[in-house]
């Protein structure tokens, strides 16, 4: 069971418009920390896609972006391509009586149709 | 250019303790801000944080895991080590070694290719 809940698929056509959620609680989301997502290719490790919220590293497309709001953040990808398709997580930090962890979200797969 | 290396067995037997290292090269350990993590995944399923190092030697553990993993580093080898007891397994896993932005920044900027661990009699 993940701290942070994301739909564990999601699908579009190509040229289409998707949103993968990530729902956290007021230890981590809501606590204000940033969410992150990573990119993960069929065979490959993680690759950052979103930091910080809504910033994208130098050679990731505009096509994706990020958005954050109370406990819930949002991956957008636009102009949806076959390249695409992978599995997507959500990440953030929690500060929780526990501790502080690092934490993920399920992931999301996504299909492009 | 950073760069980190998965290293170790990967079979284990359940009830041994597995030792993974994480060489790591365009960068020290001992840089102010710097932390190197472990991640794991098991076949098809979800990422999961295992642990963290931090340059000035403090941890952070997977308050689910944290009885079974101990994490070091020898900023003379580059090396970042995590050792888990008592296999399962559940266990069975891809590891990653990653390490984060810098001080200040909670994700994961570069990380190694993985190593598949088995756990099996």
């Known amino acids: 069971q993940s701290v942070l809940t994301q739909p564990p698929s999601v699908s579009g056509a190509p040229g289409q418009r998707v949103t993968i959620s990530c729902t956290g609680t007021?230890?981590?989301?809501?606590?204000?920390?940033?969410v992150h997502w990573y990119q993960q290719l069929p065979g490959t490790a993680p690759k950052v896609l979103i930091y910080g919220n809504n910033n994208r590293p130098s050679g990731v497309p505009d096509r994706f972006s990020g958005s954050k709001s109370g406990t819930s953040a949002s991956l957008a990808i636009t102009g949806l391509q076959a390249e695409d398709e992978a599995d997507y997580y959500c990440?953030?930090?929690?500060?929780?009586?526990?501790?502080?962890?690092?934490?993920f979200g399920g992931g999301t797969k996504l299909t492009v149709l | 250019q950073i760069t980190l290396k998965e290293s170790g067995p990967t079979l284990v037997k359940p009830t041994q303790t597995l030792t993974l290292t994480c060489t790591v090269s365009?960068?020290?350990?001992?840089?102010?801000?710097?932390?190197v993590g472990w991640i794991r995944q098991p076949p098809g399923k979800a990422l999961e944080w295992l642990a963290l190092?931090?340059?000035?030697?403090?941890?952070r553990y997977s308050p689910s895991l944290r009885s079974r993993l101990t994490i070091t580093k020898d900023t003379s080898k580059n090396q970042v080590v995590l050792t888990m007891t008592n296999m399962d397994p559940v266990d069975t896993a891809t590891y990653y070694c990653?390490?984060?932005?810098?001080?200040?920044?909670?994700?994961?900027?570069?990380w190694g290719r993985g190593i598949l661990v088995t756990v099996s009699s």
């Open positions: 007021s230890s981590n989301i809501g606590a204000g920390f940033d």
């Open positions: 365009g960068f020290s350990l001992s840089t102010d801000g710097v932390g």
């Open positions: 990653a390490r984060r932005r810098g001080s200040g920044w909670y994700y994961f900027e570069y």
């Open positions: 990440q953030s930090y929690d500060n929780s009586l526990s501790g502080r962890n690092w934490v």
């Open positions: 190092i931090y340059w000035d030697d403090d941890k």
